[in-house]
């Protein structure tokens, strides 16, 4: 694994999710407060990016049957998906969005 710039700082909206592809990764990104999280952007239930799903405070949920997975863990909270969200470590170097994938 190695740190690669996916994004700038300004480029992921607070509360929503912003979609990169890295290879063969689709990775969504959330800024929560002063904090960024890189998760697996695909529902392991149903192919749906998460990226374009509901943000309710630490939670995201499918667009697509309404899965939730808390955000900083990737946990997954509720079915109809029955496993957890990879996760990828984040830092911010000046204004860029850098994962470690």
Excluded: N
Excluded at 22 to 43: N, R, S
């Amino acid at each position: 694994m190695a740190w690669q710039r996916v994004a700038s700082v300004k480029d992921v909206p607070e509360g929503d999710g912003f979609a990169v592809t890295l290879g063969t990764l689709e990775i969504a990104i959330y800024k929560l407060g002063p904090a960024y999280y890189a998760l697996e952007d695909v529902c392991p239930h149903a192919y749906a990016l998460l990226s374009t799903g509901f943000v309710e405070g630490d939670k995201v949920a499918c667009p697509m049957h309404g899965a939730e997975f808390h955000i900083p863990s990737g946990k997954c909270l509720s079915p109809p998906a029955d496993r957890d969200l990879a996760t990828y470590p984040v830092k911010i170097e000046g204004d860029d969005v850098l994962i470690d994938a």
